[in-house]
C-alpha cells in the first residue's frame, strides 16, 4: 500500500506561481513512477505530469508544457509539481499519483491521493 497526501493548493490570481507537493508513505518510493493529474469541475480527470521512477525523465500534457515542472526527491519521499503562469483554466482539484508504470491514464494508475485544490482567479 502506497499512502499518498498533497499539499499546497490555494487561490492565487492569473500568472502566479504555486508549488504542489505529494508525501508518500511508502519505504519503495523509488520503485514507483509518479504522476499529477486534475479534474476541473463538470470535467474528467486529465493527466497533468509524469516522472519515471529514476526522475531521469518527464511528461507533460500540452496545456502545461514550458509552465509547469515536475520532480521528486527520493530522501524525502516526495513528488513536487511547480506551477507557474497560472491561469483560470488551470482551476481544478490536483490529484498526485503512484504506479508501477509512468501514468499517463487515470485506469493506468495504482495509488491516488484526495487532491488539493487550486483556484486561479482572473
Known amino acids: 500500500q502506497v499512502q499518498l497526501v498533497e499539499s499546497g493548493g490555494g487561490l492565487v490570481q492569473t500568472g502566479a506561481s504555486l508549488r504542489l507537493s505529494c508525501a508518500a508513505s511508502?519505504?519503495?518510493?523509488?520503485?514507483?513512477?509518479m504522476g499529477w493529474f486534475r479534474q476541473a469541475p463538470g470535467k474528467e480527470r486529465e493527466f497533468v505530469a509524469a516522472i519515471t521512477r529514476s526522475g531521469g525523465d518527464t511528461y507533460y500534457a500540452d496545456s502545461v508544457q514550458g509552465r509547469f515542472t515536475i520532480s521528486r526527491d527520493s530522501a524525502k519521499n516526495t513528488v513536487y509539481l511547480q506551477m507557474t503562469s497560472l491561469k483560470p483554466e488551470d482551476t481544478a482539484v490536483y490529484y498526485c499519483a503512484a504506479s508501477l508504470r509512468v501514468p499517463s491514464k487515470p485506469y493506468g494508475v495504482d495509488y491516488w491521493g484526495k487532491g488539493t485544490l487550486v483556484t486561479v482567479s482572473s
Open positions: 511508502a519505504r519503495t518510493f523509488s520503485s514507483y513512477a
